[in-house]
């Protein structure tokens, strides 16, 4: 991942999951941690998965403010990043219920987030919903440079992940 961020030059990252599993949600929190404490980047990991926030948990943070807050404008991003030490830094998902998660993702605040973390920090990850499920992923590619799919090998049918990934060829973006 270092090596593709660094000779494309991208400061977004979108990890998205085949299938349902905390599995993605564990890759980009070891990816942030690499990039952070190996690197020495400047790292924030966002959690985008505001259907089933997982990564509050794995940071032993609570999720009571977070992106759902930002998007709809309620705190500054400063105030609601968790700074991990070592570089790392977390953005939770948030509990607002009050909102449907594709149309957050999809707004123009959640454009603007991923344009001031990329301002505070040298890599933004985000970490969101499986794509066999939902199409969180679909409307958050938009305002991100690069969109890395997680498969479990073995375990995930091919023709599952190219239905998957197929709106975002349409998108012709970065997979």
């Known amino acids: 991942m270092y090596l593709l961020m660094k000779e494309q030059n991208f400061k ?3 990890l998205a999951d085949a299938e349902e599993s905390e599995e993605t949600a564990m890759i980009a929190a070891n990816i942030g941690f690499c990039l952070a404490s190996k690197s020495g980047y400047k ?3 966002i959690d985008a998965d505001l259907r089933t926030p997982f990564l509050h948990e794995k940071f032993n943070v609570p999720n009571t403010q977070g992106l759902a807050d930002q998007i709809a404008g309620r705190r500054p991003l400063v105030n609601a ?3 991990l030490g070592s570089n790392l830094h977390f953005l939770p998902a948030g509990d607002d219920p009050t909102l449907d998660p594709m149309v ?6 959640m454009s603007d987030i991923v344009e001031e973390a990329k301002k505070l920090y040298e890599i933004v990850i985000v970490n969101c919903s499986d794509i066999k499920n939902f199409t969180d992923a679909v409307a958050l590619a938009s305002c991100m440079e690069c969109v890395v799919f997680a498969v479990n090998d073995g375990k ?3 023709q599952i ?3 998957a990934i197929s709106p975002f060829q349409l ?3 970065k997979i």
Request: aromatic share 0%; no cysteine; hydrophobic share 50%.
């Open 161 to 163: 992940v190219m239905n």
């Open 12 to 14: 977004t990252l979108l």
């Open 104 to 109: 957050m993702l999809g707004s123009k605040g």
């Open 81 to 83: 990043v968790h700074d």
């Open 43 to 45: 790292v924030l990991i």
């Open 156 to 158: 995930v049918r091919r």
């Open 171 to 173: 998108k012709d973006l």
